[in-house]
């Protein structure tokens, strides 16, 4: 069994020229987490990671590996094992060799190598491949061997970097459970970029949202889902409306608030752990999933958070239905998870509304 | 902004840095330095600013002459080359027929003999009184024997043209290869084709690969020492500069004409680069490319093989005269030889001067070789792999020798190096050597370069990744990855060197130190049996080159004809 370590980065930056690709971040990746970097292209994503690899130092701050200071310690001398986004497999070697490349460098005897590689060629379930060229075998393939190789040294930190972006759609949703059950099993401390928000969520123990060098915010799948903690990480994972508005008012006792939006409707919102003060200027975050639609204002018992408009148009996904609706003279999205139930149609007059625990309030700065 | 070009002081690389100032010391000693002290040589006589051998030149109709001459032979070598390879190489990217594998290796056959060593044989047939005119006065087609040369003006460009054509046509191949075959069909879609399909879409995507050929074969044609010298033609730049190498101490109108030769190539260079740099395009590729071959049928099949045979024939015909002669034991006056033999063979496998020739052309070229390829690959490397101030630099630097004929480098090299310990009039070993190295440098950078570019840096990375080091990972990773392409590159520049003709004959002042090129220039000029026994050696000279060919051909398949770019 590996030995667990932790990665900690203290306040790192790198620059390339005058652009900071990575601008004094902060993280702490905890013994045999699986923790995610997510963020859209040119985020650092992979700066980040690449920084842990040692392929750049950086200019500020500290990386560590269990308390030991990273920072100018070659890549080679970092224990690390890295899946590239292109596999990298050595073309001139077979799959046994391209293997067992590590363990030769690191002097492991002959006899120890092949037991070894024939190890992690069963825990990737590619036994029959030893004797392949990379060339002779299909993307997928290429992707497990290039885990295995980075597994076989035993690394103290696994790093992946966009390993299933070369995959098509269904091969990637199969690898995705692999790569979750691989981790789990070794228990390796692991480091995943990714900008596929949807495998970030089903994997993830823990992620960090990354936007223009910055992490914007760090938490579980759940956390960053329903509680984002700013505009960017609301809007870059999952879908949601942005309502603008003004603070009215504020009901300390039930830490709600009433936000006057620029139409003049009220948005009630709890706001549990922010504090606002009247007047501020805020946006409103509601997925369009917590949306309910109506048909009519009575049938429901509710006197907040219900608000009349026309649909615009109405898309059926089978297992959802798609609302585009008008109203508060924009488009709100909202998303009904069981339409069999549905009779609406385009151009209907209806309400919708939504809770206020679902409701995400930001500052606007 | 380019963020790669900009760079903070403390991002530099210092052992990058320097290992760039190095190999900038290497050209400076032994490019910048003597074309420095060509131009030097032409403008400053006795300490004063002049332009007076300028004006001479001009002024002396002479040198007026020669030098219109030196240049339309450059242009008609050019055109009647481009004749030749863009409906050859057409034909053979584009149709399919049985025996064009054949064919295609009969047309790169010119590559393997200069052209001058290809003269002495073409006399045999051509001269006033060789076997063509012969034949025709036999048949009684004509009474007075035809001037098939044309005092040698003739003659020159179409030695040029069919020693040349195989540069051009493997460029143009390259380029045409490389079209996107989707881009035509679109175009067939919209309505276009034949001609029209030609001359809008087809034409203007190869022109790139066809300028960037056509410009060699210009600077080429344009400073050809040696097939001037073997038809005697004195009017022309190349041999005018040759025979004032001797008064290099007394006559700046040498250093003159030098000049001008380097400012007439680079302009050519340059002018084609502008042309053709705007309009070199990226292909959008879709992973590979199946290229549109056609299988020929009906009426056009006997036209396409009479048309490819023919420049097969046309294209061999100096190589097969050299044959011929090396093996005539009597060929005077007479259609064909009266006799055959190998005892030329045997002349020029032990004559003194001959066989040490060979020898001397092996040791240099291998020599000049093993700097190419260390100084192509670490240049290679500094252009592929490393980021620092002066990339673009080094990168121009490193191709500029492909703009810069032999005879104004070697002119150049006796300037400088007369006098000191390694004078050419001495001992030229070191300096034919890096001369050598220098004029097929670009050869083995661009191999190398080509090599890192297609061998993804993550390779690299894997392997310091799972824990080998930076030495390690050189030799097991990347170099085995480049090899082909390293190994490629060292056999064109071995190749070329071994044939190098104008740098050999200005700096190979004694018997003893004659490369072969040298040497079957001067056992031509021996009464008797001089021709036999130069075409001998020229046939032994093209017999190791052939066999480097078909190594490098084997090694990298298509992209052979990108070599040989300017």
Redesign the interface.
């Known amino acids: 069994m590996a030995i667990l370590v932790e990665v900690v980065l203290e306040e790192v930056t790198k620059s390339?020229?005058?652009?900071k690709a990575v601008d004094g971040i902060s993280l702490n990746v905890n013994e045999g987490e699986l923790f995610f970097l997510l963020g859209p292209s040119g985020c650092g994503k992979t700066t980040t990671l690449r920084l842990i690899?040692?392929?750049y130092k950086p200019e500020k701050g500290r990386i560590l590996f269990d308390e030991k200071l990273m920072n100018n310690v070659?890549?080679?001398?970092?224990?690390?094992?890295?899946v590239?986004?292109?596999y990298?497999?050595?073309?001139?070697m077979t799959v046994y060799d391209n293997i067992t490349?590590?363990l030769k460098?690191?002097g492991v005897p002959a006899n120890l190598r092949v037991k070894k590689a024939k190890e992690v060629l069963k825990i990737v379930k590619m036994e029959k491949y030893a004797t392949r060229y990379p060339n002779q075998l299909s993307g997928g393939q290429q992707q497990r061997i290039?885990l295995a190789?980075?597994l076989v040294?035993e690394p103290d930190v696994l790093?992946l970097d966009e390993p299933l972006s070369n995959l098509d759609a269904k091969l990637r949703l199969e690898t995705r459970e692999e790569i979750k059950r691989i981790q789990k099993e070794l228990k390796i401390t692991t480091i995943y970029v990714t900008h596929d928000q949807n495998e970030a969520l089903s994997m993830a123990d823990k992620i960090a949202v990354m936007n223009e060098g910055r992490i914007e915010q760090i938490g579980t799948p759940r956390d960053i889902y329903n509680n984002p903690a700013n505009e960017f990480v609301a809007g870059f994972i999952g879908e949601t409306n942005f309502i603008e508005g003004k603070i009215e008012e504020i009901i300390e006792e039930k830490s709600l608030v009433v936000i006057k939006t620029r139409t003049g409707e009220r948005i009630y919102a709890r706001i549990t752990g922010k504090t606002f003060s009247r007047g501020e200027r805020v946006l409103c975050s509601v997925r369009p999933e917590r949306i309910r639609v109506l048909t009519d204002k009575r049938r429901e018992d509710q006197i907040i958070n219900l608000f009349p408009a026309r649909i615009q148009r109405l898309t059926y996904y089978g297992f959802a239905e798609h609302y585009i609706l008008e109203a508060m003279e924009k488009e709100i999205k909202a998303t009904n998870f069981s339409p069999r139930a549905s009779k609406h149609k385009e151009g209907d007059e209806v309400y919708f509304t939504f809770n206020p625990n679902d409701v995400n309030v930001f500052r606007i700065s | 902004m380019n963020i790669t070009r900009r760079f903070a002081l403390r991002e530099i690389d210092w052992k990058t840095l320097s290992l760039f100032l190095l190999i900038m010391m290497f050209f400076s000693v032994f490019l910048f330095l003597p074309i420095l002290y060509v131009f030097k040589g032409a403008l400053f006589v006795n300490g004063q600013f002049t332009l007076l051998y300028f004006a001479l030149m001009f002024q002396d109709a002479f040198y007026r002459e020669s030098i219109l001459n030196s240049v339309k032979i450059g242009i008609f070598a050019t055109i009647l080359t481009s004749l030749i390879s863009i409906p050859t190489a057409l034909l053979m990217v584009r149709y399919d027929f049985p025996g064009k594998r054949i064919l295609q290796g009969l047309l790169l056959v010119p590559l393997v003999m200069p052209p001058f060593v290809g003269a002495i044989g073409m006399k045999q047939l051509f001269a006033r009184y060789g076997s063509v005119n012969l034949l025709l006065m036999k048949l009684n087609l004509i009474s007075e024997p035809i001037d098939w040369f044309g005092g040698g003006f003739i003659g020159i460009i179409i030695l040029e043209a069919l020693h040349l054509y195989p540069y051009l046509y493997l460029n143009i191949s390259a380029a045409l290869a490389n079209i996107d075959p989707t881009l035509e069909e679109q175009a067939e879609n919209l309505g276009a084709s034949g001609f029209r399909l030609f001359r809008t879409v087809t034409l203007p995507l190869m022109f790139p690969g066809y300028i960037a050929g056509a410009i060699i074969v210009f600077i080429w044609a344009f400073t050809d020492l040696g097939t001037p010298l073997i038809f005697e033609y004195r009017k022309a730049l190349p041999p005018i500069i040759f025979s004032m190498v001797k008064d290099i101490w007394t006559n700046p109108m040498g250093y003159a004409l030098t000049v001008f030769t380097l400012i007439i190539s680079v302009s050519f260079v340059v002018a084609a680069r502008r042309y053709a740099g705007g309009r070199s395009y990226e292909m959008l590729g879709r992973g590979h490319i199946t290229p549109r071959v056609r299988r020929i049928t009906g009426w056009k099949t006997p036209i396409i093989y009479a048309f490819i045979i023919l420049m097969v024939l046309a294209a061999m015909t100096p190589q097969i005269s050299v044959i011929l002669t090396s093996l005539a034991e009597q060929w005077f006056l007479t259609v064909l030889p009266t006799a055959y033999s190998l005892r030329y063979y045997e002349v020029a496998l032990t004559h003194e001067v001959t066989a040490i020739s060979i020898l001397n052309s092996l040791k240099y070229s291998l020599l000049s070789t093993a700097i190419d390829v260390m100084l192509g690959v670490l240049i290679g490397y500094l252009l592929a792999r490393r980021s620092f101030p002066g990339k673009d630099i080094l990168d121009a630097v490193a191709m500029l020798p492909l703009a810069i004929p032999g005879i104004v480098i070697a002119f150049g090299y006796v300037s400088v190096f007369t006098g000191t310990p390694i004078d050419p009039f001495y001992d030229p070993t070191l300096l034919l050597i890096i001369s050598y190295s220098v004029r097929r440098l670009p050869y083995t950078v661009r191999a190398a370069y080509a090599g890192f570019q297609q061998t993804s840096v993550s390779l690299e990375e894997a392997s310091l990744s799972v824990g080998a080091s930076q030495a390690r990972t050189l030799f097991s990773i990347t170099i085995p990855l480049i090899m082909a392409n390293v190994i490629a590159g060292g056999i064109m520049s071995f190749s070329a060197a071994m044939m190098e003709v104008s740098t050999s004959m200005i700096l190979a002042n004694r018997e003893a130190f004659y490369p072969i090129t040298k040497a079957i220039y001067s056992v031509n000029l021996r009464l008797g049996d001089g021709p036999y026994v130069a075409s001998a050696l020229g046939i032994v000279g093209t017999i190791i080159v052939t066999s480097c060919l078909l190594a490098a051909n084997k090694l990298l398949g298509k992209s052979m004809g990108e070599l040989f770019r300017a």
């Open positions: 390339f020229g005058d652009v690899a040692g392929f070659p890549p080679n001398k970092r224990n690390v094992g890295m590239f986004q292109n990298a497999l050595w073309p001139h490349y590590g460098v690191r290039a190789r980075a040294i790093l």
